[in-house]
């Protein structure tokens, strides 16, 4: 039988179809569908868009409760010699020049259908920020990557799986969804 994963998705909406063009821009790997091996990760992501979209709501004078929701997939392993896809096993030059290259576009930047690496969470988005607009110099430099890289902390980054195909997400076999609280 093959080399199955269960891989975890945290959301606010309720779907039984991915679509990989319902994800937002701007992300580590462009537009797409983000799972994680992590649940707490997805757990995690899940409650904080809960309450950015509460927020946001409350704003606009509409408060509302939102449900927040976790999605359980299977994935086997053996899929990927199937797929366009791209791993990185570190956050390291490479990923950085990826991730920031996706972050500043709001289409997606590569024709993979499957990419796996570290996450760029929102602990490190002030970091982010700060070395895109250049505070550790010029970000094609030497000095402000190694910066960058040291601030993040990559060793402490949670893994995740970017599925950004129709293609790749039929692959996903979807074991359960729950709310979460």
Known sequence: MGNIITLYHGS?????????????????????FYTSQEESHAVRLALRNKHIEE????KYGKPKTVTPWLYT????????????????ATADREWVEFI??????????????????????????ATIDLF?????GDSKSDFAINT?????????????????TDK??????QKGRRKVW
């Open 12 to 32: 606010i909406y309720e779907f039984d179809k991915i679509d990989v063009n319902q994800g937002k821009p701007f992300k580590d790997f462009g537009i797409g």
């Open 55 to 58: 927020r946001r709501l409350s």
């Open 73 to 88: 997939y299977e994935f086997d392993l053996q899929e990927m010699d199937r797929l366009k896809a791209k791993e990185f």
């Open 100 to 125: 920031v290259q996706n972050r500043l576009s709001s289409n997606r930047e590569h024709d993979y259908d499957v990419i796996v690496g570290p996450t760029a969470n929102d602990n490190t988005n």
């Open 132 to 136: 895109m607009i250049g505070t550790y």
């Open 148 to 164: 960058f890289l040291e601030l993040i902390l990559p060793e402490v980054l949670p893994r995740q799986m970017y599925f950004g």
């Open 168 to 173: 790749a997400a039929s692959l996903l076999k």
